[in-house]
């Protein structure tokens, strides 16, 4: 697995929560879904503008869900 230290450091920066290790079950209505590696919720469309670009940043592939 991939140190993601830096990238969780630099989205709290951006005011950012990120949770890490997490089991996708959790979030689904079915309790489905496997693990993911970090995951930040957004509130609003720009918050999501400044994790895209912050993954980008670091190369990183993301997957937008809901």
């Known amino acids: 697995m991939k140190n993601y230290a830096s990238v969780v450091s630099a989205l709290g ?3 950012l929560s990120v949770k890490e290790n997490v089991l996708l079950k959790e979030y689904t209505t079915f ?6 590696q970090l ?5 609003q469309f720009q918050e999501v503008l400044k994790v895209v670009q912050c ?11 809901g």
């Open 13 to 15: 920066k951006l005011g």
């Open 31 to 36: 309790k489905i879904g496997g693990p993911c």
């Open 39 to 43: 995951l930040v919720e957004c509130a």
């Open 55 to 65: 993954l980008n940043q670091h190369k990183l592939p993301f997957f937008l869900i």
